[in-house]
């Protein structure tokens, strides 16, 4: 997308064991029809190695799921994939910078080890704010609602299509106050935090995916005012990148 005059930005996203350096593939499409290739190397930061959080939990959280959990658990993790593999399609819609969706304490970080009962299960890949259950959810930026619905482990949850790739979505809420297909303002109160879905108490777990990967959503926040699409540029012709390691 452009930002600033003469200059194009564009966004990408890794898996979150990913080390070393990649290459991107920058595809150019030309006005005139013709297609350029720039490739760019990236080094990549080193991957903090997991955070234990020790977390005496019920033995129900460790117990193994039912075959027809599990394959719950793989339709809906499907269906977020789908999701942000179809916010490649609609052009970026935000114009101002993202927002954290509570100005709440964050008591669990993107990418740190979970033990449950001694054993180390999966990364934590969304960042936890602090919350009651009934307090304000807030939209990271403008976007159209692309679901609205009940899963096993993220309970009621609202994931946001912001176009160019980029979905946040908000899990566990008590309440969801928008509707597939709604266009939400950037700061719009989305939900109400709970406690639904596999959790030991209320707060709200933030997402972000960059098509199919899931990324740390306070990189979105990172970017800051310079990422914002101008009301001026075109839809970004530069802005889907293809990265290989
Ligand atoms: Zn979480």
Excluded: C
Excluded at 38 to 62: G, I, Y
Excluded at 174 to 188: M, N, P
């Amino acid at each position: 997308m452009r930002s600033t005059a003469g200059a194009w930005h564009a966004i990408g996203g890794v898996p979150v064991d990913s080390e070393g350096s990649l290459v991107a593939n920058a595809v150019i499409q030309r006005a005139s029809g013709k297609t350029e290739i720039a490739r760019v190397r990236f080094t990549l930061p080193k991957v903090p190695p997991p955070v234990s959080q020790p977390l005496a939990v019920d033995s129900s959280f460790t117990r193994p799921l039912d075959a027809a959990t599990i394959a719950r658990i793989d339709r809906e993790n499907a269906h977020a994939r789908e999701i942000g593999r179809l916010a490649h399609d609609r052009p970026p819609m935000w114009t101002a910078s993202f927002l954290k969706p509570r100005t709440s304490v964050i008591t669990s970080e993107f990418g740190s080890g979970r033990l449950f009962n001694g054993a180390l299960t999966t990364r934590h890949l969304g960042v936890d704010f602090r919350g009651a259950v009934g307090e304000p959810v807030l939209a990271s930026n403008r976007g159209v609602v692309a679901l609205v619905d009940n899963f096993f482990l993220a309970g009621n949850v609202v994931y946001v299509d912001h176009g160019g790739g980029v979905v946040t979505a908000y899990f566990h809420l008590s309440k969801t106050l928008v509707a597939a297909g709604d266009t939400v303002k950037r700061g719009q109160q989305i939900g109400l935090v709970g406690n639904t879905g596999r959790v030991t108490g209320p707060h709200l777990h933030w997402a972000a995916r960059y098509g199919a990967i899931t990324v740390n959503p306070l990189d979105l926040v990172a970017l800051g005012g310079k990422w914002y699409v101008s009301s001026s540029s075109r839809p970004a012709a530069a802005s889907r990148t293809s990265a290989a390691r």
